[in-house]
């Protein structure tokens, strides 16, 4: 009978027998991968069911207000850490770790202050850069942000180290869905473009929250962790990490964004807005695959890296190959309908968006690939490999930016050049990744 609850109980019980025997077959990496997909697809899936809400209820304009805001909150949220973040899995002891921990909650909080300052100096002269005076109100959140992101980076790190990804898995669900509430709560009283900048702020504040429980930060091995001769013992010992990481993920963080900033300085808010959207449609599968696979994939490298070398080697060609797979699938539904799937979905208004979805497809595809493995240098501790790539990328794709204004070039010609150099610097990545990992074969990692 229909809506018999005998019935209902034995299908959800025939869910869960189907999940659990799923997770059983599954090695505990693939089994993290798994549980972070999880909560990962249920955020990505509600961002994007709700993204032609917020393109009905944002401009273009708008939009663009929203992606210069956005790329300097990953830019110093993205270093605010001073990338301590980075090294908590890699100790064997958990009160090191706390150590990390503590010294890059530090370092946020330091960067918090001298971001406020500076937006209380130049805030002003940079949104006349712009040419958008309703940007200064909202470059306040940008310190506020930033420091969010920079606690959710530390807490994030404890969480992988603790192999809790079903923790994870839940925070990504809770960060898209306090995000895209915020969102279209304030674009129904009419913030504009503050009201998709609070959104993000609500979103980073809500995943830091969800990863406090569980995270030890209160034990005996954290408060150890937090003496001071325990933290200049750590610092020295992981002193790579904010000596070489830091500039090497702010080239890395500039190398994604700065390109968008210049794209808005010279073409326009409007051109910035079309662009916002289209990123932040094409990130839903690097979130949704990309991210999760990499938050494991560090995990479970500098676990096997230790004892079995060859194994590690074997970890990457599996995950570049699942990885290939999975990119090509959107790469390949850009190319061929972007323009046409953006107007329908979005209004026609976001048309061009589509058509930059189209340029940007295969750069997509490398990135998905590339980024995830390319933890690789972390763990085996090449900062300066990572550097130099770093360094390599933001030269190639500012230039190819600022060469194609310099020669009148249209808006969506520039973004087909930055596509192409984009994925050139991707594959150069995933080679020196290779490269690095096999070479592990044949002697002891890097100390």
């Known amino acids: 009978m229909p809506g018999d609850p005998g019935e209902a109980e034995g299908t959800t019980s025939a869910a869960r027998r189907l999940r659990e025997r799923v997770l059983a077959r599954l090695s ?15 955020g990505q899936a509600l961002a994007l069911a709700v993204a032609p809400v917020l393109s009905r209820l944002y401009s273009p304009s708008d939009f663009g207000v929203f992606t210069i805001l956005s790329s300097l909150v990953a830019v110093v949220g993205t270093v605010s850490t001073l990338r301590f973040d980075l090294a908590i899995p890699l100790p064997k002891r958990e009160r090191d770790a706390q150590g990390l921990v503590a010294l890059g909650l530090i370092s946020t909080a330091v960067t918090f202050g001298l971001t406020s300052a500076i937006v209380g100096l ?48 839940r925070r990504n669900l809770l960060q898209s869905a306090a995000m895209v509430a915020t969102q279209v709560l304030a ?12 959104g993000l702020g609500v979103g980073q504040a809500t995943s830091a929250l969800s990863l406090v429980g569980g995270s030890g930060l209160f034990s005996a091995d954290a408060k150890e962790g937090r003496h001071r001769d325990r933290l200049r013992a750590v610092a020295r010992r992981y002193r790579r990490f904010p000596l070489i990481l830091t500039a090497s993920g702010l080239l890395n963080v500039l190398g994604l964004h700065l390109p968008v900033l210049l794209i808005a300085y010279w073409y ?19 979130m949704l695959v990309g991210t999760a696979i990499a938050q494991v994939y560090i995990g479970e490298l500098s676990r096997v890296v230790r004892d079995d070398p060859v194994g590690a080697a074997r970890l990457f060609r599996v995950t570049s190959r699942r990885l290939l ?10 190319l061929v309908a972007g323009p046409q799937l953006f107007a329908l979905v979005f209004g026609a208004e976001w048309r061009t968006s589509g058509q930059y979805a189209q340029a940007l ?8 690939v590339a980024v995830p493995v390319s933890q690789t240098l972390v763990v085996l501790e090449r900062q300066a490999t990572q550097l130099a790539w770093d360094i390599g990328r933001l030269a190639l794709l500012t230039g190819t930016v600022t060469v194609c ?11 087909w050049a930055f596509a192409a150099s984009s994925a050139a610097a991707y594959a150069v990545s995933w080679i020196l990744s290779r490269h690095v990992i096999n070479a592990a074969r044949s002697g002891p990692r890097r100390t």
Do not use: E
Not at 32 to 39: D, E, K, M, R, Y
Not at 188 to 197: D, E, H, N, P, Y
Not at 405 to 415: D, M, Y
């Open 187 to 198: 674009g129904l009283v009419g913030m504009r473009a503050g009201g998709l900048v609070l």
């Open 405 to 415: 204004h310099a020669l009148g070039a249209s808006a969506l010609t520039a973004l």
């Open 361 to 368: 497809a295969v750069s997509l595809a490398a990135q998905l």
């Open 28 to 42: 505990p990496s693939g089994r993290g991968v798994f549980t972070i997909l999880g909560g990962t697809a249920g």
């Open 122 to 169: 130049g805030g002003a002269d940079f949104a006349r850069a712009f040419g958008q005076s309703s940007l200064m109100p909202w470059l306040w959140f940008v310190p506020m942000t930033s420091c969010l992101m920079g606690v959710y980076l530390v807490l994030n790190q404890l969480a992988i180290r603790h192999r809790r990804y079903k923790a994870i898995g």
């Open 325 to 334: 797979i999975v990119a090509a699938v959107p790469a390949i539904v850009l």
């Open 268 to 286: 326009g808010s409007s051109v910035a807005g079309w662009t916002g959207l289209t990123q932040r449609v094409l990130s839903l599968p690097v």
